[in-house]
């Protein structure tokens, strides 16, 4: 397998992003096949193999599920170029559509490019969930949030917050003043330098491992009484 991603990949973006037109795409599409699509095809299935050997509930999934279309939702957009500058996919066991928070997002292109993971839309019943056990188990989840390499890489939880939240958990709030949040997810901006001078696959790995007891705390759905 090849060397992924290489300058040329995001050599693409750059182009497309000043004849973002259907007319050069086409004319460029072979190079988009070779340069682009099947790297990162290739990326991705590397990525899901990888932590499949540990978890089953990756086992059967497939690349080709978890990519989103290059091609952009324009129906109700002001910007009405057709193609998005970046590649990205969901990498959850339920492939892009997974809304669950147990997996993670990511966009490789050369103005956004970087790891996503959380639980980003909860549905009413999950945010519950979500806050009710970081009210139940504070420790753990400071121990989690608080890690230095954590802090280091991810920083603070993202999300929109509520100015008081939920008033069952307003108690606990000031302790814990992510009960406000109505969504929880992590971020770390990536430069695209850093996936052409180191092997990507391990790069996305150790951020998903540091990641990965944030995942699981918010992706666990089973109800915790306070």
């Known amino acids: 397998m090849s060397k992924l991603p290489d300058i040329e990949f995001f050599e693409f973006f750059i182009e497309l992003s000043s004849n973002n037109n259907k007319t050069w795409f086409d004319a460029n599409r072979t190079r988009y096949e070779e340069k682009v699509k099947k790297p990162f095809e290739n990326l991705v299935q590397q990525l899901i193999d990888a932590i499949a050997t540990n978890n089953p509930d990756f086992i059967d999934l497939q690349a080709k599920e978890c ?3 290059i091609n952009k939702d324009i129906r109700f957009s002001k910007d009405k170029t057709p193609y998005k500058l970046n590649r990205s996919a969901v990498i959850a066991p339920g492939g892009r559509k997974d809304m669950s928070g147990k997996g993670f997002y990511v966009e490789v292109g050369p103005e956004s490019c970087g790891f996503y993971t959380g639980s980003y839309m909860p549905e009413k019943d999950q945010l519950f969930a979500i806050r009710n056990k970081i009210a139940k188990e504070p420790k753990v989840w400071k121990n989690i949030i608080e890690n230095r390499n954590f802090a280091e890489i991810f920083g603070e939880v993202r999300g929109n917050r509520q100015s008081k939240g939920d008033p069952q958990f307003r108690p606990f709030a000031d302790a814990l003043p992510e009960l406000k949040n109505t ?21 996305f790995i150790d951020l998903w491992k540091v990641a990965e007891p944030f995942t699981l705390f918010v992706g666990d759905k089973k109800e915790i009484s306070v």
């Open 183 to 203: 969504q929880f997810y992590i971020y770390h901006p990536i430069e695209p330098e850093l996936l052409i001078e180191q092997n990507p696959v391990t790069y």
């Open 67 to 69: 990519i989103f279309r």
